[in-house]
């Protein structure tokens, strides 16, 4: 992105009783994203249903700048957490809420953190789609919701104008997800080093719900998958994973569902995906080059895996997030 294009607008959108600490994570995460050029590449606002101060429910309250008129603006809106009585224990839409929904443009893209998931279940948004909230509120959201897909066990889910997100921490995954998809993996891995926080948290909410034993430290996967990051080009099967972690391949495979959220062969497929998209950004390395750094061995298979999981190419996906310093044709 160069400096002459606008940023991309978002609003977050506040409903009492709100999660503070929520409706603060899009304006910090977002606005540390920049180009090249040190242009932001977001425009964020802040905004209630009345335009007044929005209570939190941990005992003061936040005063937006904008009110719901600011919606029509909009190309992404986020909806922190709340504990609105209506919303959160009816499962219903206050009047205010749908009013001020109705301002949004086709196309808009719709988000949310944590408990922000009950407004969007609450106007219908997320019907028929998969979704995820704060592991502590998935029963509840399930009776009141029966027809969202939901997913507990993950910190976010992407289906594509419609994401959801786990509570607190997991938004700021969540943000960093939108850079990474809208600017690339070099601008969020910028953004987090702005926020000081790592760019990208493996596992899900499965590994932060109360457990009466938790495991055991030396019995974790995270020296395998630090050990296979680093030797992506040589780790060709799960098999080497085993071997490395010295546990039998069904312990292996019940510890990366627990600390990952994926299967072995699942996280093995990412972590190559996520090197390759890395390289293609920062490097001029030919296709096959960072196709055989990245572990995928072929140019075509790199190509075929980018087609399933990102619907592009490495040539257009080079064209559209590449730094200067990856600048050669592929």
């Known amino acids: 992105m160069t400096g002459s294009r606008r940023p991309h607008r978002v609003v977050v959108l506040c409903i009492g009783p709100l999660v503070g600490f929520d409706m603060t994570i899009a304006p910090q995460v977002l606005e540390a994203a920049r ?18 101060p929005v209570r939190t429910h941990k005992g003061y309250a ?38 001020a929904w109705s301002r949004l443009r086709p196309g808009t893209r719709q988000v949310s953190v944590c408990t922000g998931a009950f407004a969007l279940a609450a106007l219908g948004v997320l019907d028929g789609l998969r979704a995820t909230t704060h ?16 997913d507990p066990d993950v910190l976010f889910v992407d289906e594509g104008d419609v994401l959801t997100s786990a509570g607190l921490g997991a938004g700021v995954d969540l943000c960093l997800h939108l850079i990474r998809r809208d600017f690339g993996v070099e601008a969020a891995n910028h953004a987090a080093r702005g926020c000081v926080v790592p760019p990208w948290r493996e596992g ?49 495979s019940r ?36 196709a055989e750094e990245a572990g995928f061995g072929t140019a075509a298979a790199l190509r075929q895996r980018m087609r399933s999981n990102l619907g592009t190419t490495p040539q257009a996906y080079r064209r559209t997030f590449a730094g200067p310093a990856a600048g050669q044709p592929a």
Do not use: C
């Open 255 to 290: 510890r990366f569902r627990e600390e990952t959220g994926m299967s072995p062969q699942q996280w093995l497929l990412q972590a190559r995906l996520d090197r390759a998209l890395e390289l293609l950004e920062r490097t001029d390395l030919p296709v096959d080059r960072v």
């Open 135 to 150: 592991w502590e509120y998935a029963e509840g959201f399930r009776r009141l919701f029966p027809r969202v897909r939901l």
């Open 35 to 52: 180009d090249a050029a040190g242009e932001r590449l977001y425009d964020v606002r802040v905004a209630s249903l009345d335009g007044g």
């Open 204 to 252: 899900g909410q499965a590994q932060f719900i109360e457990r009466p034993v938790p495991p055991r430290s030396d019995q974790s996967t995270s020296a395998t998958r630090v050990w296979a990051r680093a030797n992506l080009r040589t780790v060709a099967r799960v098999d080497d994973l085993v071997r490395h972690a010295q546990m039998s391949e069904r312990t292996v």
């Open 62 to 99: 936040v005063l937006p700048d904008h009110g719901p008129e600011v919606l029509s603006w909009a190309e992404t809106v986020i909806v922190p957490g709340t504990k609105h009585p209506v919303i959160h224990v009816e499962g219903r839409a206050t009047p205010e809420l749908e009013e």
